[in-house]
């Protein structure tokens, strides 16, 4: 009887790790920002004025750009990962190794909202290498055709 008892208990939890898997698997694969972030659409520009910098997404759903601070311009990459994260990496420091390729040093990383004509940046992490106020808690990109 005792054996029962812990085989019926054992069933159980194991039934219900099974039923949870299942509810949670999809939640792994499912992305709930395709069409939202500006990856999913190239050939368009973002531009922000404060801090001034902007980016294009080229064809191979990457995207590139520049920062300027103080007369000084700097070569940018734009990774946005499959959620709302943001990072923007100074291209400049980027290297192509035998093993692969490697990013240049990160600048500054956030969190977006995205909407149909902009992304607001909440800034969450600025390193050193930003000469622009480190105080800045928002970027705002707006959305501009190419040829502008």
């Excluded at 959620?83 to 420091?93: A, K, L, M, V």
Aim: hydrophobic fraction near 40%; aromatic fraction near 10%; charge should be negative.
């Amino acid at each position: 009887m005792v054996t029962t008892c812990i085989g019926d208990k054992m069933k159980k939890c194991f039934c219900f790790a099974i039923v949870m898997l299942i509810f949670t698997f999809p939640a792994c694969t499912v992305d709930f920002y395709v069409g939202q972030r500006p990856v999913s659409d190239p050939n368009i520009k973002w531009v922000s004025k404060n801090p001034d910098i902007y980016f294009v997404i080229t064809n191979d759903l990457g995207a590139v750009g520049e920062l300027e601070i103080n007369s000084q311009v700097i070569p940018v990459r734009i990774n946005m990962d499959h959620g709302t994260g943001i990072i923007i990496f100074d291209r400049s420091t980027e290297k192509n190794t035998e093993e692969g390729f490697v990013y240049g040093k990160a600048m500054l990383s956030g969190n977006c909202k995205f909407y149909k004509n902009k992304i607001v940046v909440s800034v969450e992490n600025v390193t050193e290498l930003v000469l622009f106020d480190a105080d800045i808690k928002e970027i705002t990109f707006i959305r501009q055709n190419i040829n502008e």
